[in-house]
């Protein structure tokens, strides 16, 4: 696939199939993760979760904060989309209350996870695999060492970031470029 092609046709996804996609697909997807621009002196872990009982535990965990009555933002489960494939990013934040630059590094942490959660969301893509990021989920483990364990993220690491993947209910639509969503201004 062209990459112009690849830009359009990655959309949220929110509808899968149950078919799984191979440890090849998978491998190119932590593959991009790798390729992404990134710095290397973060630390870094990727989960890959295909275990439907630490998805269900996750998503138990989620249910927690955005089904209840007075949720101030009310989401519906599941959280995952019954995607196969459930791709979690953790590391180490650093410490903005001991730590006079780690704001700075805190900032340069998240643009990394930006880079590498879109570079996998393009990879899958290009494979005719269907994604969409999902924070739902993440949140809703920062105080849960349970489910931090049962979906495989290191002591002291905190989940960044997620997407899932798998096959789509239906094609993915081209999408066109919307220049609304965000004024562009030059300086010649
Ligand atoms: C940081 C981030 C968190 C997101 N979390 C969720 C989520 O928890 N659940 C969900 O359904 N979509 C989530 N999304 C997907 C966004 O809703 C989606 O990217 C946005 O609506 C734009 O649509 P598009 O990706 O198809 O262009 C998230 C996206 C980003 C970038």
């Given at each position: 696939m062209e990459l112009e092609k690849v830009l359009t046709h990655r959309v949220s996804t929110r509808k899968y199939n149950d078919r799984m996609p191979d440890d090849s697909a998978i491998q190119k997807i932590l593959d991009a993760a790798l390729l992404a621009p990134i710095v290397h002196f973060h630390k870094l872990h990727l989960s890959v979760v295909t275990n439907k009982d630490a998805m269900n535990l996750a998503e138990d965990a989620a249910d927690e904060i955005?089904?209840?009555?007075?949720?101030a933002i009310k989401m519906p489960r599941p959280y995952l989309y019954n995607a196969p494939v459930w791709i979690i990013l953790s590391g180490v934040k650093y410490d903005e209350s001991t730590n006079s630059q780690a704001k700075l590094m805190n900032n340069n942490l998240f643009w990394n996870v930006g880079s590498i959660i879109e570079n996998m969301e393009l990879q899958a893509t290009e494979l005719g695999l269907a994604s969409c990021g999902i924070n739902t989920t993440v949140v809703a483990m920062a105080n849960r060492p349970d489910v931090k364990k049962a979906v495989g993220i290191p002591e002291g690491?905190?989940?960044l970031a997620s997407v899932i993947i798998g096959y789509p209910d239906s094609p993915l639509p081209e999408r066109k470029v919307k220049p609304e969503f965000i004024p562009v201004s030059y300086v010649k």
């Open positions: 955005f089904a209840r009555p007075d949720a690491y905190d989940a």
